[in-house]
Structure formats: C-alpha cells, structure tokens
C-alpha cells in the first residue's frame, strides 16, 4: 500500500512539475502578451518609450494593422495597412511639429486582446503655437502586436493644425 501510494504521489508530482514547466514555458515565450496584463504591459512600455523620446507606440503595429481615425477629422478614414497610416498621417503631423507630441496617460485599460488608451498629448507646432489634444485609442492585439487600431480625437483642434502649419519637407 505505501509503495503505491508512494508511486502515485510521484506520478501527480511529476505531471504537476510538467505542467507547471510547460505554462512558464508558454509565458517567457510571449503567451503573456495575450493577457490583459501583458497587453497592457506592452502598450504601457511602448507609451513611456513615446514619452521619453525612445519609440512609439507605432512600433507596435503590425505590417497589416488597419487603423481607423472616426469622426470628422481631415484625416478621418481608414488606413489599410500600418505604412499607409504613417505616410498620410503620421508623417505629415510630424513635420508639422517643431516639438513632438508626449503624451500624458489618463488611463490604460485591458480585457483580453482588446486594450484601451486615454491620453493627452501636447507639442509645439512649427508656427511656435502648442498643439494639444486627447486621445481614446482602441487596440486589437495578437502575440504583442496591434491588427487594428481605432481613434478618435479632438477634430478641431487637429484640422487647426493642420489647415494652418505646412509639413516641413
């Protein structure tokens, strides 16, 4: 009786270690990103890059990611892939901009795959005047990387800034 109690501790012991083995495995090998606190993660490293000068959250994007500007913004559309997205309006803002944007996170939320950005930004215009919004993005991630984005801001004060500074070429 003790050796088979003995044997089948062992057993359970052993698959307990092997499963355990293999579910830290699957977390240092990027599964974490698929939870809301990995996504979120991510998204908040990727901001406080923004925010130092050291990356984007751009970078985040895949090569096919959509993102969809709503509203009634002069850029408001849908962009089918991440350098379209870049070519027609993130560059052109840039070089609208003598000082880039940071931004100021109001709040970062995460269910799943999906993860929310509140955040101001504020900058400085090549015109010498600031350039200041708020933002609500909305991320749809897979393995750590954004496949759609949506946004949505302040309109008028972005077709301001737009209509007013010409991109620095």
């Known amino acids: 009786m003790t050796s088979t109690f003995c044997r089948s501790f062992a057993v359970r012991a052993s698959v307990a270690f092997a499963a355990t083995s293999l579910g830290f495995l699957a977390l240092s090998s990027g599964a974490y990103a698929q939870t809301p606190s990995g996504n979120k993660t991510i ?71 999906r993860v929310v950005i509140h955040f101001e930004a504020a900058g400085t215009a090549r015109d010498g005047k600031p350039y200041v919004n708020t933002y609500a993005w909305f991320f749809q991630m897979k393995s750590g990387s954004v496949t759609r984005a949506s946004a949505f801001f302040d309109a008028i004060a972005f077709n301001d800034l737009w209509a007013r500074v010409a991109p620095d070429d």
């Open 43 to 113: 998204v908040q490293r990727s901001f406080d890059a923004w925010t130092a000068g050291t990356g984007s959250p751009f970078q985040l994007l895949a090569d096919e990611a959509s993102w969809t500007i709503e509203g009634n913004s002069v850029v408001s559309k849908t962009y089918p892939t991440k350098e379209a997205f870049l070519r027609e309006v993130i560059r052109p803002f840039n070089a609208r901009m003598s000082v880039g944007i940071k931004p100021t996170i109001k709040s970062i939320t995460a269910d799943g795959d």
